[in-house]
T-cell receptor, first 110, second 116 residues
Framework: KQEVTQIPAALSVPEGENLVLNCSFT??????LQWFRQDPGKGLTSLLL?????REQTSGRLNASLDKSSGRSTLYIAASQPGDSATYLC?????????FGTGTKLQVIP | DVKVTQSSRYLVKRTGEKVFLECVQD?????MFWYRQDPGLGLRLIYF???????EKGDIPEGYSVSREKKERFSLILESASTNQTSMYLC???????????????FGPGTRLTVT
């Protein structure tokens, strides 16, 4: 069974800052790792998918890295904007039973 | 564009009612999942299915059942709704086979269920 921990639980930053969100998982035998964002009261929107053979993936201002052997992934957000305010969750793919953390709740202050 | 749809965005039911939440995916995925999400507790897996008519319990199956009669549809059933089942319910699907994006999870928009 896979368990996920995300640190910090909450983060508040001024607009324009670069920031890093951390994700750790207990079993390194994953197929891939996804990062999602969730706006209040909504479903999960996929941001990035990193294959197990990759080290990182980029989309616009977002960069996700994966260190499978140590069970860690980071999501780097450059030049943060108020529209980035949301909860961010990571999801290691390849398992049916995954215990999620509560994600990282990000607030970007104008 | 791939899609997972859920039958209702908001639902209000009374204690003791039988409740059906429907999820449909159009990607021919083998795996389908039902989660509930509560403040401070994160996403918790209720049930999942890896094929038609197959199901397995997740971490919190008590008070719920599921049905998967067709590959594209996965239903969550609350046999007798209770107030502690008030929650956001999220459906997801994935495929263990195919291209390099295998096991990529797709989530539906969620159903906010209130039991009074």
């Amino acid at each position: 069974k896979q368990e996920v921990t995300q640190i910090p639980a909450a983060l508040s930053v001024p607009e324009g800052e670069n920031l890093v969100l951390n994700c750790s998982f207990t079993d390194s035998a994953i197929y891939n790792l996804q990062w999602f964002r969730q706006d209040p009261g909504k479903g999960l929107t996929s941001l990035l998918l990193i294959q197990s053979s990759q080290r990182e993936q980029t989309s616009g201002r977002l960069n996700a890295s994966l260190d499978k052997s140590s069970g860690r992934s980071t999501l780097y957000i450059a030049a943060s904007q108020p529209g980035d305010s949301a909860t961010y969750l990571c999801f290691p793919g390849g398992y049916q039973k995954v215990t999620f953390g509560t994600g990282t709740k990000l607030q970007v202050i104008p | 564009d791939v899609k997972v749809t859920q039958s209702s965005r908001y639902l209000v039911k009374r204690t003791g009612e039988k409740v059906f939440l429907e999820c449909v995916q159009d990607m021919d995925h083998e795996n389908m999942f039902w989660y509930r999400q509560d403040p401070g507790l994160g996403l918790r897996l209720i049930y999942f299915s890896y094929d038609v008519k197959m199901k397995e319990k997740g971490d919190i199956p008590e008070g719920y059942s599921v049905s998967r009669e067709k590959k594209e549809r996965f239903s969550l059933i609350l046999e007798s709704a209770s107030t502690n089942q008030t929650s956001m319910y999220l459906c997801a699907s994935s495929s263990p086979r195919g291209d390099r994006k295998s096991y990529e999870q797709y989530f539906g928009p969620g159903t906010r269920l209130t039991v009074t």
